[in-house]
């Protein structure tokens, strides 16, 4: 089992900036990935960003790109995302998640979650 643990959501005004990290303890083996990604209400879960610790490939989608950034320290089995010029739009339950195999852009290739942290930006 793995245990992912989020930490650094919190409210802010529009074009503020916060911090997210996590941090994934338990499973002897590194992860392949891992992501971040966020639920706004009646919205589906959707991918934020990804990054693959062989090579360190990132991916963003569109509605990011160029505001936030991820990171991390694969060793350490720790990622962060960075989010600049927040947006209303941007507010949702923002999740952490570890991937084993499969596509890291991939929602479906995401085996283990967080419990999901707050991020709310006011206009």
């Known amino acids: 089992q793995v245990q992912l643990v989020e930490s650094g959501g919190g409210l802010v005004q529009a074009g503020g900036s916060l911090r997210l990290s996590c941090a994934a303890s338990g499973r002897a083996f590194s992860s392949y990935a891992m992501g971040w990604f966020r639920q706004a209400p009646g919205k589906e879960r959707d991918i934020v960003a990804a990054i693959s610790w062989s090579g360190g490939s990132t991916y963003y989608a569109d509605s990011v790109k160029g505001r936030f950034t991820i990171s991390g320290d694969n060793a350490k089995n720790t990622v962060y995302l960075q989010m600049n010029s927040l947006k209303p739009e941007d507010t949702a339950v923002y999740y952490c998640?570890?991937?084993?195999?499969?596509?890291?852009?991939?929602?479906?290739?995401?085996?283990?979650w967080g419990q999901g942290t707050q991020v709310t930006v006011s206009s």
């Open positions: 998640a570890a991937s084993y195999s499969g596509t890291y852009y991939s929602i479906g290739s995401y085996d283990y």
